[in-house]
């Protein structure tokens, strides 16, 4: 694809985001914040790797582009949800909010490192290093308390 053509794989995925971060709010309350985001996490950690192998093939990115944003963006909706539900009033924006740019700070490591696997492995290869970040995130759901209907202090 030209740059102007693999703009239009982000329409497909945007939409598949905009659907995981409203759904997982209504999901995470019927079953469980913890298994709804582990669902997601590993939903994400076995679709990005393909997702990325299947880079040279349009069809395949626009078709599964729905489900990458669905669950490699949707559970980001869990930070909404628990996060609030983890701390008390007093503490709650600032716990919150360290939380959440903590990770986003380490996270800006990450288009460094996938750019310069992907130089020597390409781009599938580079990619499947996220599920591993997905799959750990899986694990450490676990050290957390499940929310659901507890009552916010």
Not at 57 to 73: D, E, K, N, R, V
Not at 76 to 96: D, N
Request: net charge positive; charged share 10%.
């Amino acid at each position: 694809m030209t740059v102007m053509q693999s703009t239009g794989w982000i329409v497909p995925m945007q939409i598949g985001a905009f659907f995981g971060y409203t759904l997982f709010g209504f999901l995470a309350d019927r079953f469980g914040r913890r298994p709804v985001f582990l669902t997601f996490v590993l939903s994400a950690a076995v679709l990005v790797p393909i997702y990325g192998q299947w880079g040279r093939h349009q069809t395949a990115l626009m078709l599964m582009g729905p489900l990458i944003g669905f669950f490699g963006h949707g559970y980001f909706s869990v930070f909404g949800a628990m996060l609030a539900e983890l701390f008390p009033a007093a503490i709650r924006a600032t716990a919150q909010g360290l939380c959440y740019n903590v990770g986003r700070a380490a996270g800006a490591l990450a288009p460094f490192t996938i750019g310069a696997l992907a130089d020597r492995f390409g781009i599938g290869s580079a990619l499947a290093l996220t599920s591993v970040f997905f799959a750990a995130g899986g694990a450490l759901i676990f050290l957390l308390p499940e929310t659901k209907g507890e009552k916010l202090i």
